[in-house]
């Protein structure tokens, strides 16, 4: 088994490290066990490869930000959801209370100012809160194949101490940029991050990315291709918030993050790969999930800017 031995003997290079510190500002996950561990491959036709902690389930946190923008483009179209999340990169910590100066808008969909207003987009027709909640948990589940559920504790834990995302949803309501309750489009973002995955899961939802828009299992369609294409595009170059630059040059794949220590990247027409490591780096990123990444990126000749 080349491809588990290679991932297994990856994870054991990177075990030693024990640097970084879980996220502390969700008490529930300041509680996770640290030492979790795995990385997992998902090809475009199919194949899965794992090592470590692959079916160990955690919260997706912001890997579900660039999903739920790619639902939100698919039910409302481009123009509406450009009109109100930009697509530049912020340079900034993911939950920088900033907006784009001049048109009020989030920079982009990867923090939580825009992440927050991509969760109210998501839905055709005007669904209400509970309805876009299942929308959602519909949508990431059909990226993995396989139906996903809320972590309830980490959801309440995460609501009680939200006071920052509540003043950004504030500060979005008064632009107009949101248009209804602030704490309802909150808690709808706060139960979309603490949808339960495991590294396979991401790793196939990254798959369903890097094979334009359909799940590599069930064949689905899942969305449309122009919008994999806008949100792989957005993964580039905001996905890893103030690592960003460092990332795109390091790595080279487009990528996004979690709190809970999930990593995924998704090579167009060649595979989406997954990591898990609770300890994060000033940035939020997982410390041994970048690690992995990079030597995976070295190793296999991966970064996207490289001739094959
Ligand atoms: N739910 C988390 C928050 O909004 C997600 C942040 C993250 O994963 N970077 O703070």
């Known amino acids: 088994p080349i491809i588990p031995d290679y991932l297994a003997e990856a994870l054991g290079d990177v075990e030693p490290d024990t640097s970084g510190e879980p996220a502390a500002y969700i008490p529930e996950l300041a509680a996770a066990d640290p030492e979790r561990l795995a990385a997992a491959f998902a090809t475009v036709d199919g194949r899965v490869y794992g090592a470590g902690d692959v079916d160990v389930p955690f919260t997706i946190q912001s890997i579900s930000k660039p999903f739920a923008y790619a639902l939100a483009l698919a039910d409302r179209g481009f123009d509406p959801v450009l009109a109100k999340v930009g697509v530049e990169p912020s340079g900034e910590a993911f939950n920088e209370i900033s907006l784009e100066s001049g048109t009020g808008r989030p920079l982009n969909p990867m923090i939580n100012a825009g992440a927050i207003t991509v969760h109210s987009l998501v839905g055709a027709g005007n669904p209400g809160p509970a309805e876009r909640v299942e929308r959602v948990v519909h949508g990431l589940s059909a990226f993995a194949d396989r139906r996903l559920a809320v972590d309830e504790e980490v959801c309440a834990s995460e609501m009680e101490h939200a006071h920052r995302n509540l003043a950004i949803a504030h500060m979005l309501r008064s632009h107009d940029v949101l248009t209804e309750d602030a704490r309802g489009v909150v808690d709808g973002y706060t139960r979309q991050c603490s949808v339960l995955v495991t590294t396979r899961d991401l790793a196939m939802m990254a798959a369903t990315l890097a094979n334009h828009g359909v799940n590599p299992l069930s064949g689905e369609q899942v969305v449309p291709k122009p919008v994999v294409r806008q949100v792989l595009s957005v993964m580039f170059s905001c996905g890893m918030y103030d690592a960003a630059g460092d990332w795109a040059t390091q790595v080279g794949i487009p990528a996004k993050s979690g709190v809970a220590g999930g990593l995924i990247g998704a090579l167009p027409g060649r595979i989406g790969i997954a990591t898990f490591s609770p ?23 991966l970064h996207v800017m490289e001739v094959p």
């Open 279 to 301: 300890r994060l780096d000033r940035h939020g990123n997982s410390v041994r999930g970048v690690s992995l990444f990079e030597r995976f990126s070295s190793d296999m000749g």
